[in-house]
């Protein structure tokens, strides 16, 4: 090792500059989940999260490789997905419990018999069901976008992905992505579906997270390797979860005329100090509609509520949901300025991450206006690496 230090001085900056070009010229290039430990670039901790929900879905179907793919390279932190059922029992990523208006069931017939009546939530809805689908049955239907203000080029070109394949998605990341599943309905999917083995939806989504490796408390070194959390509008299915995982837990908060979906509670209880003094022993964060935290009216943000800061005071992270980069979805006082909006959101309300359908705008304004160093994954100037290069060879020119 000694005489390996010794003759360092010897490689001069180009022989090392054609070295480094020589390796990038290889055509081998392994996943990156094959990756050797501590290869990837670690989850940025210090500024705000940016969650892409559903994936990148302001330019993709929401949900599908593609809107997840796109998230990553734009500088997502976490993908967010919503987890359902099929009727044979396999997890899913998507968002609504019937398939009408983001995929083309309606137009095969042999599927026409399927049409159900359910009570959602204290809700008769009609329509086709998740739940009355097998996979292959589900993985035979085409998604697409589901606004039609949004691009629709990629209509029909995208399949349901399973729970699996989204994590799998994530692990293969050229940087560490951390995930950001939801329970999504689990009063309805558990009276829905019946799993062989007795367990509930709850344990089975847990048990995919620990096949893949998901583990640990909030910042604990698993945790760093490969960050996830957990989310769900229900109560119980948060504390049942605890049970089985020490993986962080957040809290969903729908509008203010909601109860939780399966205590029945109102949301002036769950946003109550001392609902937040004892749900916190289960969660790490709270994640509200937005407008429950600053309401609007007729497009108008009014007085911002406490609950920013009653949640932090309780040690408590604030993710609300959910940003959109359109006109319609920006409120007046921010000039249809979405970074207008962003600043205001991390820099005056002080919330710890976001969901938007628009990764790479959060991803940019937090670049451009952090003054920390970027921590994103483009590559390096040459001029850089060659002053890192000079650096590093300093100690032993003498």
């Known amino acids: 090792m000694g005489k390996f230090l010794a003759a360092a001085p010897c490689f001069t900056i180009p022989m090392l500059v054609l070295l480094i070009v020589g390796c990038a010229a290889r055509p081998f290039y392994p996943l990156p989940s094959r990756l050797p430990e501590g290869s990837r670039q670690p989850l940025q901790t210090t500024r705000p999260y940016n969650i892409a929900h559903r994936g990148s879905n302001g330019e993709f179907p929401e949900e599908t490789l593609p809107a997840y793919k796109r998230a990553i390279e734009e500088g997502a932190d976490f993908i967010e997905t919503d987890v359902l059922s099929s009727k044979d029992g396999v997890l899913i990523c998507f968002h609504d419990v019937t398939l009408d208006q983001t995929t083309d069931v309606g137009k095969y017939k042999k599927f026409a018999n399927r049409r159900r009546t359910y009570d959602v939530q204290g809700v008769n809805i009609t329509g086709f069901f998740t739940v009355d689908f097998t996979l292959k049955e589900l993985q035979s239907l085409k998604v697409k976008q589901r606004y039609p203000f949004r691009d629709q080029q990629h209509n029909g070109k995208f399949s349901i992905i399973t729970f699996e394949d989204f994590i799998a998605i994530a692990l293969d990341a050229p940087r560490v992505v951390g995930i950001y599943p939801e329970i999504k309905n689990p009063v309805f999917i558990n009276q829905r579906v019946k799993w062989r083995d007795g367990k509930i939806f709850e344990d089975k989504f847990v048990e995919i997270l620990k096949k893949h490796g998901y583990k640990g408390s909030y910042l604990s070194k698993d945790w760093l390797r490969q960050p996830a959390?957990?989310?769900?509008?229900?109560?119980?299915?948060?504390?049942?979860?605890?049970?089985?995982?020490?993986?962080?837990?957040?809290?969903?908060?729908?509008?203010?005329?909601?109860?939780?979906?399966?205590?029945?509670?109102?949301?002036?209880?769950?946003?109550?100090?001392?609902?937040?003094?004892?749900?916190?022993?289960?969660?790490?964060?709270?994640?509200?509609?937005?407008?429950?935290?600053?309401?609007?009216?007729?497009?108008?943000?009014?007085?911002?509520?406490?609950?920013?800061?009653?949640a932090h005071a309780h040690n408590l992270q604030v993710h609300p949901y959910t940003f959109r980069n359109e006109y319609n979805f920006v409120h007046f006082n921010f000039h249809q300025d979405s970074y207008e909006e962003f600043d205001y959101w991390i820099n005056t309300i002080r919330v710890d991450g976001i969901f938007t359908d628009f990764t790479g705008s959060l991803h940019h304004?937090?670049?451009?206006?952090?003054?920390?160093?970027?921590?994103?994954?483009?590559?390096?100037?040459?001029?850089?690496?060659?002053?890192?290069?000079?650096?590093?060879?300093?100690?032993?020119?003498?």
């Open 365 to 398: 304004f937090k670049k451009w206006t952090s003054n920390l160093p970027p921590n994103d994954t483009e590559e390096q100037s040459a001029s850089d690496l060659l002053h890192k290069i000079s650096v590093m060879l300093n100690p032993y020119r003498s």
């Open 229 to 310: 959390f957990i989310q769900s509008f229900a109560p119980t299915s948060i504390i049942h979860v605890s049970n089985l995982t020490d993986l962080p837990q957040i809290l969903l908060i729908d509008d203010t005329t909601i109860p939780t979906q399966d205590t029945n509670q109102t949301y002036w209880e769950i946003t109550s100090d001392s609902y937040f003094n004892y749900i916190k022993k289960y969660v790490v964060g709270i994640g509200p509609w937005k407008d429950t935290i600053v309401p609007a009216v007729n497009n108008y943000m009014l007085t911002p509520t406490d609950l920013v800061t009653r």
